[in-house]
């Protein structure tokens, strides 16, 4: 099992969780995203004006998109997003206390700046752990 780190606005975090729990990534993250596997653990991160971990999601699937399917997919006609996950999202910290809750990182240590990266497993289970404290409150 690995850990990743994927980062989206909270939009488009919005729109995954209240719909099919379905992600996605452009083609730069196509070598990280060959990488995941079923089982993995993909932890959110919810850019501006958020900027924290809401939760974590067990990968279920994995899948190239043939239809546009996300909101900007659909306003522009075009795929944006194809190489996409199915999620199990049951450990996300509800909307409305994002703000509030979400775990909070330095941008400098982390690579905030790729929507994808793998974590160390040390720092994943760190991070379950409190938002495990968080999701039971």
């Given at each position: 099992m690995?850990?990743?780190?994927?980062?989206g606005p909270p939009e488009n975090w919005l729109?995954?969780?209240?719909?099919d729990n379905i992600w996605g990534f452009n083609d730069e993250n196509a070598i990280s995203w060959k990488r995941i596997s079923a089982g993995d653990i993909l932890i959110p991160y919810v850019t501006t004006p958020i900027k924290g971990l809401i939760g974590y999601c067990t990968v279920n699937s994995?899948?190239?998109?043939?239809?546009?399917?996300?909101?900007?997919?659909?306003?522009?006609?075009?795929?944006?997003w194809k190489l996409r996950l199915?999620?199990?999202?049951?450990?996300i910290i509800p909307e409305q206390d994002w703000h509030s809750k979400a775990i909070?990182?330095?941008n400098r240590k982390f690579g905030l700046q790729k929507?994808?990266?793998?974590?160390?497993?040390?720092l994943a289970k760190d991070f379950i752990k409190k938002l495990?404290?968080?999701l039971v409150q």
């Amino acid at each position: 099992m690995k850990y990743w780190l994927a980062v989206g606005p909270p939009e488009n975090w919005l729109f995954t969780f209240n719909h099919d729990n379905i992600w996605g990534f452009n083609d730069e993250n196509a070598i990280s995203w060959k990488r995941i596997s079923a089982g993995d653990i993909l932890i959110p991160y919810v850019t501006t004006p958020i900027k924290g971990l809401i939760g974590y999601c067990t990968v279920n699937s994995k899948v190239v998109g043939g239809k546009i399917y996300f909101p900007q997919e659909i306003k522009t006609d075009g795929l944006i997003w194809k190489l996409r996950l199915t999620l199990n999202s049951n450990k996300i910290i509800p909307e409305q206390d994002w703000h509030s809750k979400a775990i909070h990182l330095d941008n400098r240590k982390f690579g905030l700046q790729k929507s994808l990266s793998m974590l160390n497993e040390s720092l994943a289970k760190d991070f379950i752990k409190k938002l495990d404290k968080i999701l039971v409150q």
